[in-house]
Nanobody
Framework: QVQLTESGGGLVQAGGSLRLSCSASGRTFNSDVVRWYRQAPGKEREFVAYIKWSGGITYYGDSVKGRFTISRDNAENTVYLQMNSLKPEDTAVYYC?????????WGQGTQVTVSS
């Protein structure tokens, strides 16, 4: 059983920074692709970024490109999302996602609120 746990959300002023973490239990990331999504109230879930564990290839959604950085820590089996220059429109619940052999796993989400 794979369990993803996000942490690091909170309230921050516009222009500030936060770092989110996604840790996994029940599985060691190796060739997986780990993704971050977010969902704001009344909106559809939006892709934020992904990282391929093997090789560290990254990709970002247009709305966060240049401001957010996704990274991994092999020893900690954790994926991070460094969020800089935050804007009020970044306010959302942020989710970690991984697909393991056709089974989708989501974390419980962590709330990020950016005040203007």
């Amino acid at each position: 059983q794979v369990q993803l746990t996000e942490s690091g959300g909170g309230l921050v002023q516009a222009g500030g920074s936060l770092r989110l973490s996604c840790s996994a239990s029940g599985r060691t990331f190796n060739s997986d692709v780990v993704r971050w999504y977010r969902q704001a109230p009344g909106k559809e879930r939006e892709f934020v970024a992904y990282i391929k564990w093997s090789g560290g290839i990254t990709y970002y959604g247009d709305s966060v490109k240049g401001r957010f950085t996704i990274s991994r820590d092999n020893a900690e089996n954790t994926v991070y999302l460094q969020m800089n220059s935050l804007k009020p429109e970044d306010t959302a619940v942020y989710y970690c996602y991984c697909n393991v052999r056709g089974t989708a796993y989501w974390g419980q989400g962590t709330q990020v609120t950016v005040s203007s």
